[in-house]
């Protein structure tokens, strides 16, 4: 029996989907009624409720914490979002007797001096670090993959031919369902209280680049791209906001992350082969996301 938090987002419908398919079964937490699915039992909670929190783990074999707060108006929502929520989360699991704790944090937490979002992460890893538990966590870098709506905009611009891009760097990148597979890895395989990186495989990571034009060969297209300082950066942030609001994709906390230069994985702290390896080369994963997005109605 899996504890999954996060699991209406992204990466967590990804993760029960693998874990029933692997024939474990799944408790999840919500915010709100889920549809009855077979093998998962949902409990209505947040992750500031101790007592949904409780019933989440009673009986679990694992916590695979997912949950996160990515976007925020202040420092204080990002640290109850993600501190405090991890806490919580790491002594209900000590207060049932769950040994095994899976953590997803984030590359941001290396850098937490750069933004909110990293610091908060950061300061979440700190809790699960304190803990008894069994714990590992994993900092993905960028995920992609269908369903994902936080690249959709640089599918979409990429469709007009275009790539705004930050200053010149490099990046990482991981598919949603390699990322997925890794974290039921951790489950039945626990290397220790360690941190681990995982990516696509490419050594060094893209170039900001050439990620933009293996976008633009997804979508069909030859992109130009253009790099732009940072005060041009946190000005459309600034305007993103004020057109988005709470929507918004492009903030300036993410700004903040966004200009430093260097957001590949460090190769020390990538999974032993043994336990897993990338299986979805990312000019494929991009293709077929293009395809999602088109199929759905979301390139525009």
């Known amino acids: ?29 919500t915010r709100r009624p889920q549809p009855d699915a077979n093998g998962i039992a949902w409990v209505e909670g947040s992750l500031d409720d101790t007592e949904s929190l409780a019933r989440l783990v009673e009986g679990a074999d694992a916590v695979v914490h997912v949950a996160g707060v990515v976007n925020a108006p202040s420092l204080p ?53 304190a ?80 990620f933009a034009r293996a976008v633009g060969a997804a979508v069909g297209r030859k992109v130009m791209p253009f790099a732009l300082p940072t005060k041009a950066l946190s000005i459309a942030a600034r305007i993103d906001r004020m057109v988005r609001g709470a929507k918004a994709k492009l903030t300036p906390d993410r700004v903040g992350y966004m200009v430093h230069p260097d957001w590949t994985i460090d190769p020390a702290h990538r999974p032993d082969k043994a336990l897993w390896t990338p299986e979805i080369p990312t000019r494929a994963g991009l293709a077929a996301t293009a395809d999602w997005y088109r199929a759905n109605g979301l390139l525009g």
Request: charged share 25%; glycine share 12%; no cysteine.
């Open 1 to 29: 029996m899996l504890a999954i938090t996060g699991g209406t987002g992204f990466i967590g419908k990804r993760l029960i989907d693998l874990a029933l398919a692997r024939g474990y079964g799944v408790r999840a937490l």
């Open 131 to 210: 803990s008894k538990l069994d714990w590992t966590i994993v900092r993905p870098p960028a995920i992609y993959g269908p369903g994902d709506m936080e690249m959709r905009d640089v599918f979409r611009m990429a469709r007009l031919g275009l790539a705004l891009l930050p200053p010149p760097g490099r990046m990482s990148i991981v598919h949603v369902d390699d990322l997925a597979r890794l974290l039921i890895a951790l489950v039945d395989h626990d290397p220790g209280r360690i941190i681990l990186d995982p990516d696509d495989g490419v050594p060094g990571g893209w170039s900001h680049e050439d």
């Open 77 to 129: 929502d990002f640290l109850r979002g993600n501190a405090g929520g991890t806490a919580n989360m790491v002594a209900a699991a000590e207060q049932a007797g769950v040994r095994r704790f899976v953590h997803v944090s984030s590359l941001s937490a290396r850098k937490p001096l750069l933004s909110h979002y990293g610091q908060s992460k950061q300061l979440a890893e700190a809790e699960v670090r």
